[in-house]
């Protein structure tokens, strides 16, 4: 059974930097899609960033390029977004989310995602 823990969302001037953790267990892949989603009041959830786990390859949105980067610790397990530069329209619940190659029903950056976690705030004031 994949679960997933987030940690580390919580509120943040404009400007200023947070960043996400987010470990994985029960998965027996060596290789795998890790992603990034958040969702916005009044708005669909939608991709932030992925990453392939032990290729490193990475994909994001176009609205956090340059100021979000996702980078892993294999040993760990563990996927981190690193957000700076944040804004108020960042301002939403971010989701950690694994790869589930069967049944997943949410395509991004080339991977399809099926496990989630339990959701994080973030919020970002003017």
């Known amino acids: 059974q994949v679960q997933l823990v987030e940690s580390g969302g919580g509120s943040v001037q404009a400007g200023g930097s947070l960043r996400l953790s987010c470990a994985a267990s029960g998965y027996t892949y060596s290789r795998y899609c890790m992603g990034w989603f958040r969702q916005a009041p009044g708005k669909e959830r939608e991709g932030v960033a992925r990453?392939?786990?032990?290729?490193?390859?990475?994909y994001y949105a176009d609205s956090v390029k340059g100021r979000f980067t996702i980078s892993q610790d294999n040993a760990k397990n563990t996927v981190y977004l690193q957000m700076n530069s944040l804004k108020p329209e960042d301002t939403a619940i971010y989701y950690c989310?694994?790869?589930?190659?069967?049944?997943?029903?949410?395509?991004?950056?080339?991977?399809?995602?099926?496990?989630w976690g339990q959701g994080t705030q973030v919020s970002v004031s003017s």
């Open positions: 989310a694994a790869e589930e190659r069967m049944y997943g029903v949410t395509w991004y950056g080339g991977c399809r995602f099926g496990y």
């Open positions: 990453i392939v786990t032990g290729g490193g390859s990475t």
